[in-house]
């Protein structure tokens, strides 16, 4: 039976008052009755991307990063005619170089005609919020797919459709293929415009893959704790995105021992490895350009040295052929915007296409 | 003589503590010393889209949004290694599907082979702002854009370079064309990642042409006056992108006489009407479809009534040639990112480009 009033009263309240006027009498189905993706583990307790007892091995920074909800998605069946939307946020996080939307919102997309569309954003304005994401539809029994904010820890999240309207969790697709991706800031979704346009989810739709977001900001520097983390998730491919956060140095330190590390054991799945983009204030600040040139070539060194040993399985995606030349892919001169986003998807998806041999 | 003097004390403050560190003196030049592009008329009062004599005869609304300082840019000519700035704003604003940097911000081009280059975005923090825009440059003297924030009023700016450096007013370039696009939000620039990213800003750096941004959020609902104040500012090509706010009823009443209206007082200027973009939402609220559909067709009634006085200078941009049918390329459903901002600029450019015969 669905969990029809494990939401707080306040969410009630508050959809009483919207709805009053469309005199539309609502039920809320807590998200954690439907089918959550992007996370390997099972918890009704939260929408954290790590489990506790994984968290508790982790640098401070990457633990409390990883309560982040950055590439978890909600899918629901529904005929209903209207969906909203009610959540509740931990913490409001304001980004210079993100939206509000991105970092404390939500956004919707509907399968149609095979593909995964676009169909509503949700408007975060503080610690709880009630939106109706979309009306008018056609009716029609329909999967949708919510995705989650990027940058911060949402504590609820409940979905609103007529009570005469039919919702169903979304059954689990057939054989879908699963990637895990370990990377700094970009990977998690900064600067996304809306959630669903983070790297990760922009592949997982194009795909129809299940893609687990283990980005963190400004915190991806390949501790070695992190390679028990990421082998503990079944996967069909493993993504390295993870140049851009450690100095040179600590390239050179780590990235060929958490290779290694990672391939002793998952003897046999696909590692990709993903240069840093090229910042693009590098291409005027001397220093800048030049510390992420000599990150890219210690990683390459690594890359290099593992395939020394004769690794099949390992994969290895160049900085030149990301996100395209004409400089306009980025926000700051680091983070990506859609633009730099679809074109990292594409650029990483094929890889990922051709390694699982689809 | 350069104003060094012009900014306010506490700018010289903040650079003091700011570059202490790098015990490098810098000198300040104010903005309305360098070369302002943008906008049609001269004061060294403001930043304004609109001189005060405009602003009165118009609604309320635009009369604030005219203190915007959407599409305006300042050029200059600089040798130094470092580029600072600080800037005022007269109010600071959050907007949940933007983020504070396209809002509140700057960010800095350089021309580099002929071409205009993302260099660098600044931060803002506040009302008074100060940021190191770029570090370790070349040192070859360059000229470079500052785009102005889309969505307030900037009140003061400052370009710093070190005191041993020369900067210099850009120099107005040749025979440049100029395009006055009259619109709604989505040409004042949301949701853009960044100022220069805004649709009217793309095409002016892709062609080399000086366009005056008169997009006004919510409120480009074509009030007869607005044809006055276009009409005065001497234009290669009128666009007019305003089929977003108005209701079908009002594009019906007001196009036709609008366009007439600035035909009667620039007799030989090219005009191109745009559709609106098809807003992403309508794909499933059929309501929101409908509206989008019907404010479209009352547009193109509009020209062809137009043309049907044999205007031969009166051009037309259909909907669904402008974004795309990804339906990646919004924020909402309405306004555009990065990614529906290039594919317009290029869309409306093409137009643009066959017209003024380049």
Same sequence: chains 1, 2.
Wanted: glycine letters at 6%; aromatic letters at 8%.
């Amino acid at each position: 039976m669905k969990n029809y009033i494990s939401l707080m009263l306040f969410m009630f309240q508050a959809a009483s008052a919207s709805f009053a006027q469309d005199s539309l009498a609502l039920k809320f189905v807590d998200g954690h009755e439907l089918k959550l993706s992007g996370r390997a583990f099972n918890s009704n307790q939260n929408y954290h991307r790590l489990d506790s007892s994984d968290r508790k091995l982790l640098i401070p920074r990457v633990k409390e990063l990883a309560t982040n909800s950055a590439g978890l998605s909600i899918s629901f069946t529904t005929d209903a005619k209207t969906i909203s939307l009610q959540w509740r946020l931990a913490r409001w996080l304001d980004q210079w170089n993100m939206t509000p939307l991105a970092v404390n919102g939500l956004d919707l997309y509907g399968l149609k005609d095979g593909k995964w569309s676009y169909v509503a954003s949700a408007r975060p304005t503080g610690l709880n919020n009630s939106a109706v994401l979309v009306k008018n539809l056609d009716g029609q029994m329909r999967d949708y797919r919510l995705y989650l904010p990027l940058y911060t820890e949402i504590s609820e999240v409940g979905v609103g459709v007529p009570t005469n309207a039919t919702i169903n969790k979304s059954a689990p697709p057939a054989n879908q293929k699963r990637v895990v991706i370990y990377g700094s800031s970009i990977t998690q979704g900064a600067s996304a415009s809306r959630p669903g346009m983070a790297y990760p989810s922009i592949m997982a739709r194009s795909q129809n893959i299940e893609v687990i977001n283990l980005g963190f900001s400004g915190s991806g520097t390949m501790e070695t704790e992190i390679v028990d983390v990421l082998a503990k998730i079944p996967a069909d491919v493993y993504i390295l995105d993870c140049v851009a956060n450690p100095s040179p140095q600590m390239i050179k330190d780590r990235a060929y021992g958490f290779v290694k590390k990672l391939r002793t054991l998952r003897p046999n799945t696909p590692i990709i490895m993903v240069e840093s983009i090229f910042r693009e204030t590098g291409n005027w600040d001397s220093q800048i350009g030049a510390r992420t040139t000599q990150q890219n070539m210690e990683f390459r060194n690594a890359y290099q040295r593992a395939m020394g040993d004769s690794d099949k399985n390992l994969h290895y995606i160049f900085s030149k052929d990301l996100i395209g030349n004409d400089h306009e892919a980025t926000i700051d001169g680091t983070h990506l915007t859609d633009v730099g986003f679809m074109r990292l998807a594409e650029a990483i998806g094929e890889e990922v296409k051709k390694v699982i041999g689809k």
